[in-house]
Each structure stands twice: as structure tokens, then as C-alpha cells.
């Protein structure tokens, strides 16, 4: 199967640093996702991103599928971003192959 | 409200048992699926469901069943639990193309 690796595994940060995540893949997708997990355990659907590049709020994503790469960009961190950061990917079967994630931790 | 719910929250059960975690979603979404969360694995699919009754089986399944009579239910049976299967359980659901998917709040199971 198609495997998802996620860098840095673990991530501190000074509330107000830029941060970015990387997430590579081994073939070619038709959807990537990125999803934050919070602190109790919710998964929330940051972006739906399969290429280019989509912004939300201080969050911004790239996809370079050509080059089987994501890029999740956070500025400006806030405590409230902690948590762990998952890249996801389809290959047409609507089933998503998750990476290992990215721990995010926002010290005040 | 609308969305997808995951029940029970949290779940302790004995080894050898039968347990049964419910999904419900109310989008009437054709896709859902089954993931277990366990540290260091990310999240794998168990299950998958295209429509009500067609399921298929996804990267870890053994131990479990699934049905899908309706569409907006998905229950996961762990037929005879064993301590391996102690994990954080998602239910998910998509439309598919560029509606993405949507997880439930996960149930924390416990085998015993």
C-alpha cells in the first residue's frame, strides 16, 4: 500500500513562531487531506488539498502531487493549535491512508 | 444536530466478550468506515462501506464484523475481544470527490 510519512514527529513551539509540516507520500493521489486532532481526541478536517495551495485563517497548505508532497504552514501559533497533526491520502477508493502524525505543542 | 455520532465514549470490557461500538451519521453520506487509533500506527482502516449493504475490509480487520442495513448506521462487533483490540475507535463518512470526511468523537475501548 501507498505509505504516508509525516516530519517533524514531534514539534514545540513559542506561542507566535511559524511552523511548517511536511507530509510525503509514495505514489500518486487523487486526495490528501490534513486533519488536527485536539487535545480530547477530535479529528477536524483542516483542508482538502489534493494540489495547489488553500488558506484558512493563519493555516495554509500546499500540494505539490507532481513531487508526492504537503506542506501545512502555521503562523503566528497559538496554544490553542496544539495538538497532533495528520496528513491523509486516497488513491480513488475513498479509503485514506493516514501518516504517523505530528505532535504540536505551543508553550504560552 | 446533524453530524456523526459515535456511542459509547468509552467502553471497558473482559477478554473473550462481544462488543458492539455504534456509528450514526446523519448526512446520508454513501461512504463510511471504521478506524482504530493506536500510538505510534497513526490511524488504520478497518472497515469500509461504499452503501448500505456492501462492505469491504480494510488494512486491519481480522477480529472484527461489520453491517450496514441502513445507511446512516455503521455498527463495528468486536466478536470475541482481546486485549490487542484496546484502542481509540473513529467512525468516519464521506460523499466522496471534494466533500472530504468527517470523523466521529471515537470511542475508547478497553479489553481487560
Known amino acids: 500500500g501507498i505509505q504516508v510519512e509525516q516530519s517533524p514527529p514531534d514539534l514545540i513551539l513559542q506561542e507566535g513562531a511559524n511552523s511548517t509540516l511536511r507530509c510525503n507520500f509514495s505514489?500518486?493521489?487523487?486526495?490528501l487531506q490534513w486533519f488536527h486532532q485536539n487535545p480530547w481526541g477530535q479529528l477536524i478536517n483542516l483542508f482538502y488539498?489534493?494540489?495547489g495551495t488553500k488558506q484558512n485563517g493563519r493555516l495554509s497548505a500546499t500540494t505539490v502531487a507532481t513531487e508526492r508532497y504537503s506542506l501545512l504552514y502555521i503562523s503566528s501559533s497559538q496554544t490553542t493549535d496544539s495538538g497532533v497533526y495528520f496528513c491523509?491520502?486516497?488513491?480513488?477508493?475513498?479509503?485514506?491512508?493516514f501518516g504517523a502524525g505530528t505532535t504540536v505543542t505551543v508553550r504560552a | 444536530d446533524a453530524g456523526i455520532t459515535q456511542s459509547p465514549r468509552y467502553k471497558i470490557t473482559e477478554t473473550g466478550r462481544q462488543v458492539t461500538l455504534m456509528c450514526h451519521q446523519t448526512w446520508s453520506h454513501s461512504y463510511m468506515f471504521w478506524y482504530r487509533q493506536d500510538l505510534g500506527h497513526g490511524l488504520r482502516l478497518i472497515y469500509y462501506?461504499?452503501?448500505?449493504?456492501?462492505?469491504d475490509k480494510g488494512e486491519v480487520p481480522d477480529g472484527y464484523v461489520v453491517s450496514r442495513s441502513k445507511t446512516e448506521n455503521f455498527p463495528l462487533t468486536l466478536e470475541s475481544a482481546t486485549r490487542s483490540q484496546t484502542s481509540v475507535y473513529f467512525c468516519?463518512?464521506?460523499?466522496?470527490?471534494?466533500?472530504?470526511?468527517?470523523f466521529g468523537s471515537g470511542t475508547r475501548l478497553t479489553v481487560v
Open positions: 505514489d500518486s493521489v487523487n486526495n
Open positions: 468516519a463518512s464521506s460523499e466522496g470527490g471534494f466533500y472530504g470526511y468527517t
Open positions: 491523509a491520502v486516497e488513491r480513488g477508493d475513498y479509503k485514506l491512508s
Open positions: 462501506s461504499a452503501a448500505a449493504d456492501i462492505t
Open positions: 488539498i489534493p494540489s
